[in-house]
């Protein structure tokens, strides 16, 4: 909680950033994504940069008010939420610690390479691509040809 | 480097902010509609993203206007000939083919014309391209597989896709109209001269058209009146009843 005397150290407020599951993949928080660019006071006032996943993603509003939920939830009332367009979000702002549970849950971690390294089922690196666009502004859609099991590939931008 | 005039960047971000609403209002019409579920879920995700560099530009559109309005105000409280896209995006969608079509052309477009803009010397413009441009890098990897597949295809859609593109070709050459907006923009060093673009683009089309098997028009006659609000097709009014309704209806209704 915030003490009259102090104000909680940026390291804790990322701590708590890291909690906050994404609305629309909550296996990973929103620090696993790689959106929270900055943590930072100003006098009294706590900004935090955010930047979008693609310019048109409905989660972006959502994902600001979870942001001002928790944190208000842990005593910071004086709160600043800054939209940050450049440099533009990429998967390569993911952690690795996000690719692994992403994988786990499911969905195909953003490869370098544009494809998904293997099925985050069974393994197999036969693979062949349905969509380049899936359920959400970041997926796309894989098929195994190995276990026949259509998977999510998290889009490499 | 000149001051660039409010005015004339006002004009040049509505243009792009057109551009993108109403295109991305045209491929949101197939929601529920595509060939496919596949297609249906690209087309209703390519229609997204352009509706959110709407907000974008239409945002940065209003702050420089002054007036108080919003990106929202912008979009569902102007009038048609208050509109400064290009013709072709107002174009009904046709078949899947015409609708793929229409959006290599303009991707192919976008696809030139925003990483310049990521360069340019407004900050705002500069952030809001280079988000833009990673978005349309991928949409035209897809518009133009499409093209090819089809117009590489069957004798049925590749006769579809040469109609589509005998049909749309003719609209495309008002991306590289310019005015004096655009001229005080360049001076400004806030964007390319749209005619720069012209010759890159039709190097790019001639590349995908060859390996779609598809004869690009040989005539540089070009509709236009659609970026400078002249005269728009008797095409945008529909959408506007469909796109404008419920603010229409129910002034200032918010959820």
């Known amino acids: 909680m915030v003490s009259v005397a102090g104000q909680p150290e940026t390291g804790q407020i990322w701590n708590w950033l890291s909690e906050i599951p994404d609305p629309e993949i909550p296996a990973i928080s929103l620090t696993d994504l790689g959106i929270i660019r900055d943590v930072a006071w100003q006098g009294d006032t706590l900004v935090v940069t955010v930047t979008p996943t693609y310019s048109g993603c409905p989660a972006t509003s959502l994902i600001n008010m979870e942001i001002e939920t928790a944190l208000r939830a842990r005593g910071i009332d004086k709160l600043e939420l800054k939209r940050q367009l450049s440099p533009a979000w990429t998967t390569d702002w993911m952690t690795e610690e996000g690719r692994a549970k992403l994988e786990a849950y499911g969905i195909a971690p953003p490869q370098p390479a544009g494809g998904p390294a293997r099925c985050p089922r069974c393994g197999s690196d036969e693979l062949e691509k349905l969509s380049q666009f899936g359920s959400t502004p970041c997926k796309a859609q894989w098929r195994c040809r190995a276990c026949l099991e259509p998977f999510d590939y998290f889009k490499c931008i | ?255």
């Open chain 2, 1 to 255: 480097m000149a001051e660039p005039d409010k005015d004339a960047l006002f004009q040049f971000l509505l243009r792009i902010g057109d551009n993108t609403l109403i295109l991305g209002h045209r491929v949101s019409e197939w929601c529920g509609h595509a060939p496919v579920l596949e297609e249906d879920i690209a087309l209703a995700n390519t229609a997204l993203d352009l509706i959110g560099q709407t907000q974008l530009w239409l945002g940065y559109a209003a702050e420089v206007q002054g007036e108080g309005r919003s990106a929202d105000d912008l979009a569902f409280l102007r009038d048609v000939w208050e509109f400064r896209n290009v013709l072709l995006v107002e174009l009904p969608n046709g078949d899947f083919g015409q609708t793929l079509m229409r959006q290599f052309l303009f991707d192919a477009w976008a696809s030139l014309l925003l990483p310049r803009l990521a360069q340019s010397a407004d900050p705002r413009v500069a952030e809001i391209a280079e988000k833009a441009a990673k978005e349309v890098a991928y949409h035209i990897e897809r518009s133009a597989d499409t093209v090819v597949g089809l117009g590489d295809g069957t004798e049925e859609s590749h006769a579809r896709m040469q109609a589509a593109l005998d049909y749309l070709y003719p609209y495309a050459g008002e991306f590289f109209l310019s005015d004096a907006a655009d001229i005080a923009m360049a001076a400004a060093g806030i964007a390319p001269d749209p005619a720069s673009l012209r010759a890159e683009y039709d190097a790019l089309l001639a590349r995908v058209m060859a390996r779609a098997t598809l004869s690009l028009p040989e005539s540089r006659f070009t509709h236009k009146g659609g970026r400078d609000g002249r005269m728009h097709t008797e095409h945008l009014g529909h959408v506007l009843t469909q796109m404008q309704w419920l603010q229409r209806a129910y002034p200032g209704c918010t959820w």
